[in-house]
């Protein structure tokens, strides 16, 4: 599990949180992309999960160094989910 509230200056991100989330993000890029090419996931939540995900401070500094990486629309629907309000 990941420290919610780590303090990064301190103690940076370890290879193994680094590559949890990496995995994660490949794991959510593969499934975007499959339902471009008419597989269907439920969708139920989707949005939440990732708004909460990258909510904590360690996917949210992994993301930021690899977005760049990504592709457009992906890139778009990760940071609409993560801008998305709670209700």
């Known amino acids: ?12 991100i370890t290879l193994a949180e680094r590559l949890f989330v990496l995995f994660l993000i490949l794991h959510l890029e593969s499934s975007f992309e499959a339902t471009k ?9 989707l949005q939440t999960d990732v708004r909460d995900f990258f909510a904590n401070s360690i996917p949210q500094r992994v ?4 977005k760049k990486y990504q ?3 992906f890139v778009a629907f990760v940071e609409t989910s993560r801008n998305t309000p709670r209700w």
């Open 1 to 12: 599990m990941l420290n919610p509230a780590p303090d990064l200056d301190r103690h940076p």
């Open 37 to 45: 090419h008419g597989m269907y996931f439920a969708d139920h939540g």
């Open 63 to 66: 993301w930021n160094e690899v």
């Open 71 to 73: 592709r457009p629309d």
